[in-house]
C-alpha cells in the first residue's frame, strides 16, 4: 500500500510504523492507538485509515520478523535431520515470539479483526514456510502426520501468551514448548 500513496501520505505511514514498533514493543498487542497517533504527530484516523484493525497495524510491525522466520525456514530444509530441521525452526519461532512483544497476538488465529480478503498474514506466511520443513519430517515418520503447522502455531502462541508475565518468558515459553513436543511420558 505505501507503494501508491501520496508522499505525505507515505511518510505518515512511515512514522506511524515506526511509532508503533516501540509502543508494541514496549506495550505489547494492547499498545493504545490514539497514543500511537499522539507521538507519531498524526489524528488517531490517519492512524486507522493505514491500519484499519488492531491486527493490521501488528502484522505490519511484525513483517520484518516474519520474513527473518520465513527464511530460517528455508534455510533448514538442507538440515538432514528433518525432526530436527522442524524443531529448530519452531524453537526460532518461539523465540521471536518471545522477544517480540505482539508477534504472538499477530500470529493468533482469532478471525475477529482479520481481513476477511487477505485473512491472517502472518500466520499464512510461516505456514507456507514451514510447510515443506513439516511434510518432510512427517513423510521420514519423525513426527506424527496429525500435525499441521497451524497447531504448532498455535500451540506456540498460547505458550507465549501464557508465559509473557512470567518472570522469566523465554526459558519459560521454552521449557513449555520442549514440554508439549516430548509429551508427558518418561523417555525409555
Partial sequence: MPGTQRADARRNYTRILAVAAEEVAAQGANASLEQIARTAGVGSATVRRHFPTRRALLEAVSHDRIET???????LTA???SRKALLRWLDDVVAYCV???GLAAALSYDTAGTDPVRGNTCAAALEEAADPLLHRAVRDGTVTPDATVADLITLIVGITLATEHHPTPAPEANRLFHLAVTGLSPAR
Fill in 69 to 75: 522466520l520465513r527464511l530460517r525456514a528455508h534455510d
Fill in 79 to 81: 538440515e538432514p535431520d
Fill in 99 to 101: 522477544t517480540a512483544r
